[in-house]
């Protein structure tokens, strides 16, 4: 079934394969086809298509681990179920646990905040199944996701204009601005929040980026690489008209530090040409110019709700340092924190509007170090991948290297002003994205290397 190049499943995973069953195999391809076309347009898709991925995980591990007569069977099954950060996803899914029992909130249902971490169970499927595919599947998928991304950035487009919604009972947005007579509409895609829709279908923007990143002038053709470049388009396409200025600065900080990292040289050109667009925004649009104007403007009113909502949780850390008020259930607790802090013009009771502020008033400090340490994990392993094969040729192993580094960027700087890591439909982009770059870097890691001057002496 398996190929042991650059376009196959590893050897190691041989003794892991399907060979028990072949129509697994067939079964989590088809799954994992309509679950990756879900993740550009459907939360209920992903829903179905991943928890049934993760039945067809749960009976190939059985499956696997029941055959054969070595008792060592199970102890092979469960070595080749690790992802990397083993240790802290689950200590983090366990202090997840024990802050719901804990909570003080009279919203706290435990059962329910502990299944707030069931990604961790969807990455190990992921890994364990993906791991199997060859990489002319991710390839493919890749080309059809890029296109895909393409059209919902015309349909954004379409949307701040018009604001259709084809995917909603209302077939129109919520008006969001009337500028000289004329109404504008923040696109939500297929979402049901421009926020989601920014900051899910932007990180596919860049793993499509970075199919572009590694090339140079003799490797880059507009021809060969057209289908890249519609889905960086695309995902910027999105970013701009979902109006969210988190996204916004997110991306402008990640294209920055990827060309530092990748074209050092070029930084000058990027800074001049960010400069001419943000004139041209200012100049040609009044609904632009204000929305830039009101990035640092704490007389905007979601500014300074934030900065309400962030000493909110500062204090809920400060009342329950270890485990925190229990993960999601900060917002239950808000209003009684506006209230210490004599803050009565606040009235939004919501998550922190930052992921890492937002782990350590829900899990506090042991939650937060376990999400840093995962976190850091796959955006090491992701730059890992890249930089140890940037003397290679463009290949999809370096190239989803490079994009999943500039995908997991975009959304760390973007959770600091948003929680967009419990943002169901973007968490399940990442941990997909995650899932692929584990897969990628084993694949790199069987790949021979050249031997050393000193082997050849």
């Not at 390839?139 to 890029?146: D, H, I, P, T």
């Not at 998550?351 to 170090?369: D, K, Q, R």
């Amino acid at each position: 079934m398996a190929k042991n190049d650059l376009g196959q499943a590893s050897s190691a995973s041989d003794l892991l394969d399907f060979s028990t069953s072949r129509s697994i195999f067939r079964i989590s391809i088809f799954l994992s086809m309509f679950y990756g076309l879900s993740l550009l347009v459907s939360m209920a898709g992903m829903e179905i298509f991943s928890w049934s991925l993760f039945l067809v995980f749960l009976i190939s591990v059985f499956r696997l681990g029941k055959a054969g007569k070595s008792k060592g069977n199970w102890g092979m099954v469960l070595g080749k179920l690790k992802v990397g950060p083993d240790v802290w996803l689950w200590l983090f899914a366990s202090v997840v646990l024990i802050g719901g029992i804990l909570s003080p909130s009279p919203k706290a249902v435990w059962w329910a905040i502990l299944g707030d971490s069931r990604w961790i169970l969807l990455l190990y499927t992921f890994v364990w199944l993906w791991d199997r595919f060859s990489i002319s599947h991710f390839e493919k998928y890749m080309r059809v996701a890029f296109i895909i991304a393409f059209i919902l950035g015309v349909y954004a487009c379409i949307q701040f204009f018009t604001g259709v919604n084809i995917a909603r009972s209302k077939s129109v947005l919520e008006i969001s601005w009337i500028l000289n007579g004329r109404n504008y509409y923040r696109a939500t895609g297929f979402f049901s929040m421009c926020l989601t829709f920014a900051y899910a279908i932007g990180m596919m923007g860049f793993v499509a980026a970075g199919q572009l990143w590694p090339l140079n002038k003799n490797s880059f053709s507009a021809r060969l690489h057209l289908v890249p470049i519609l889905g960086a388009v695309g995902g910027a396409l999105i970013c701009i008209f979902s109006i969210a200025r988190g996204a916004w600065v997110a991306s402008l900080a990640t294209i920055m530090i990827m060309v530092i990292l990748t074209k050092p040289k070029a930084v000058w050109k990027y800074l001049l040409g960010i400069a001419s667009l943000g004139a041209i925004a200012i100049f040609s649009s009044d609904l632009l110019r204000d929305r830039i104007a009101s990035i640092l403007s704490f007389a905007e009113r979601s500014n300074w709700l934030r900065l309400a909502i962030w000493r909110a949780n500062w204090l809920m850390f400060l009342d329950h340092p270890t485990i925190g008020v229990g993960l999601g259930m900060n917002g239950s607790v808000t209003k009684e924190y506006f209230e210490r802090l004599n803050l009565q013009n606040a009235d939004v009771y919501s998550h922190a509007h930052n992921n890492f502020l937002n782990m350590l008033s829900g899990t506090g400090i042991l939650g937060l170090v376990a999400f840093t340490a995962f976190a850091f994990y796959f955006l090491r392993l992701a730059y890992r991948c890249w930089k140890n094969s940037i003397s290679s040729s463009p290949n999809f192993l370096n190239t989803f290297a490079a994009g999943s580094l500039g995908a997991q960027i975009y959304l760390h700087l973007g959770g600091m002003t948003e929680c967009n890591f419990t943002d169901a439909e973007v968490n399940h982009m990442l941990i997909s994205i995650w899932a692929v770059t584990v897969v990628i870097s084993r694949r790199m890691s069987s790949i021979p290397k050249p031997a050393s001057v000193l082997e050849k002496v």
